[in-house]
Structures are given as structure tokens and as C-alpha cells.
């Protein structure tokens, strides 16, 4: 039987590419754009990415990365992202991959083969390299399972869980075993940034969240803000921000969005989410909701 080529896996995500990026498998995005975008921001969670075709620009914490066709990226962490495609076509459109990363996964994994140790300083959250060739099977099973809906509860875990176990063992593992140490800066981070992203809307309190990660609140600030690029209140307005762009297409009022994510004035939400997004709410809802009408009319 022959091994895959790296252009089996192009077709199968041209085949099942969103504009949205939404699949109905949990974790994975697979997505389209077919033209050069504007620069967009989020929240990158643990993850493994890729790009099947086009280039993207990005600045991953204060790290910048040029990733195009055939490359992957994996964070670490949960890291802020400014990111814009710049190379991109309807006749050859910019294609991606992104799946979140279990951290309880790779622990485990880890935990079944002792000889798989990997010494880690912690110091980066990200890395970018050429997609190994024994990535190509497991992403075309788990993109592919998108034609069987029924096999995704049983099937999709298992493939994600042999995705981890591949990468553990290409030029990723040294930085995805970092998930794995509890007594790392990162990974102790990542137990506030959790707790930010589950709890948005709630009001911050840093020595809450400082003992979250075992740290003293001085050594905590320094430590968030090596990890993320940020202090712990721009984390949190950003992911309200993005939880707010998420709601846009389907709210009826800006007022509510606004509100539902932790913002007491409307006026400062207005004013942060055009500075960030370089949109008003509103346009930026209406832009939205053509996608999301464009995705829907491909899918009839």
C-alpha cells in the first residue's frame, strides 16, 4: 500500500475547507480564504497547525513566524496571535489546519513510554517546522471522518490521540512535551490563562490568579508576561473581545454582546473592539454574517 503524499492531503482539505473554519469535529479547524486578508488577532490555545496551500504572516507572542505551504506551527501555551494572509487566490486559496492539544494527553503519553523524556527549558511557546511526512495518514483519517459523521464520537479521539503521539516524536516533541511538566513557567501559566478564558466576564483578581500558579504575584506578572506578551488584564480583554466577535453574527444587539462578556460600558467596548479588529461592531457583524451566508450557500 502506498504512504500518502503530502498532495493527498491538499485534496482532502480543499474538499471539507470552510471560510468559517468551523468543523463538526471537536478541536479541528479547517479552513479557506480566497483572497489576501486583513490582519486579524485571537487567542491561540495549546495547538498543532498547518498550512496546505497560501502563505500567513504571523506574530505569535513577540515571536514572528512566515508560514506557508507545507509548514506547521505548534504553541505551547495560550498565546495572543496577530496574524494575515498574504498570499491567497480563488483560483489557489489559502488552505489550513489547526487542532487544539490536549496537555492531559500528552502527559499520558509520555507517561507510557519512559524512554521518551525530553528535556525542556520552557523558554519558547512556539515553533514552526516543515510537516513530517508521517503527519500525512492520521490528518487525512481525522479531515476525512467530516464524510462520516457517525464515526466522529468513536473515531475522531482516537486519531487526535495518535496525531499527539506522532508529533511527540518529529522536531515538535521538545516544545509539545512541555504540556506535560506541571512545574513548568508555561504550563502554570496556562492554568490562569485557562481560568481567564473560562471566566471572562468575571472581574480579575491577580493574587486569585498568581496562586492558581504557585507563583508569588511579582513572580507571576513577569512569568505571564514572558509567556503571553501581555499582562494579565490586556489577556483578559482580548479574550473577551474575541468571545465577542464569536457572538456578533448571531446577536441582535451590540448592547448585549457587549455586556454578556464583561464590559459595564458600551462606549469603551465600542471604541477597544474597533482598535483591535480596525472594524465597528456592527460592520464587523455584517461582515460576519456574509460568511457565514457564503458558507452556507456553498453547503447546499
Avoid at 487542532?99 to 523524556?117: F, H, K, M, N, Y
Avoid at 456592527?282 to 451566508?293: E, G, H, N, P, Y
Wanted: glycine share 4%.
Amino acid at each position: 500500500m502506498m504512504k500518502p503524499k503530502f498532495s493527498d492531503l491538499l485534496n482532502v482539505m480543499e474538499r471539507h475547507a470552510r471560510y468559517d473554519y468551523v468543523t463538526p469535529i471537536d478541536g479541528l479547524k479547517v479552513g479557506r480564504t480566497d483572497l489576501p486578508s486583513e490582519v486579524g488577532h485571537s487567542i491561540y490555545q495549546p495547538s498543532f497547525g498547518l498550512v496546505g496551500r497560501g502563505v500567513k504572516e504571523m506574530m505569535v507572542a513577540e515571536t514572528p513566524f512566515r508560514y506557508a505551504a507545507g509548514e506547521s506551527l505548534l504553541c505551547a501555551a495560550d498565546v495572543p496571535v496577530t496574524s494575515q494572509v498574504t498570499e491567497a487566490s480563488p483560483s489557489a486559496p489559502y488552505l489550513a489546519i489547526h487542532l487544539d492539544i490536549d496537555p492531559t494527553v500528552v502527559a499520558d503519553l509520555l507517561r507510557q513510554e519512559s524512554g521518551l523524556r525530553p528535556k525542556t527549558d520552557g523558554a519558547s511557546v512556539a515553533g514552526k517546522h516543515t510537516l513530517d511526512p508521517d503527519l500525512y495518514d492520521p490528518l487525512i483519517r481525522l479531515v476525512s471522518l467530516l464524510e462520516r459523521p457517525r464515526d466522529i464520537p468513536v473515531m475522531a479521539p482516537l486519531i487526535r490521540r495518535e496525531i499527539t503521539w506522532k508529533l511527540l516524536h518529529t522536531q515538535h516533541g521538545l516544545l509539545l512535551s512541555q504540556l506535560a511538566f506541571a512545574n513548568g513557567h508555561a504550563t502554570r501559566i496556562n492554568r490562569a490563562t485557562a481560568w481567564i478564558r473560562e471566566n471572562y466576564a468575571e472581574t480579575l483578581k491577580i493574587p486569585d490568579l498568581a496562586s492558581l500558579a504557585s507563583m508569588s504575584v511579582p513572580s507571576f506578572h513577569r512569568h505571564f508576561k514572558a509567556v503571553t506578551s501581555m499582562s494579565p488584564l490586556q489577556f483578559q480583554k482580548r479574550v473577551r473581545l474575541q468571545e465577542a466577535r464569536r457572538g456578533l453574527s448571531s446577536a441582535s444587539a451590540i448592547s448585549a454582546v457587549a455586556y454578556e462578556v464583561g464590559y459595564e460600558s458600551l462606549s469603551q467596548f465600542n471604541r477597544d473592539y474597533r482598535r483591535l479588529f480596525n472594524l465597528t461592531p456592527s460592520d464587523d457583524a455584517a461582515t460576519l454574517r456574509a460568511v457565514l451566508s457564503r458558507d452556507h450557500g456553498q453547503a447546499r
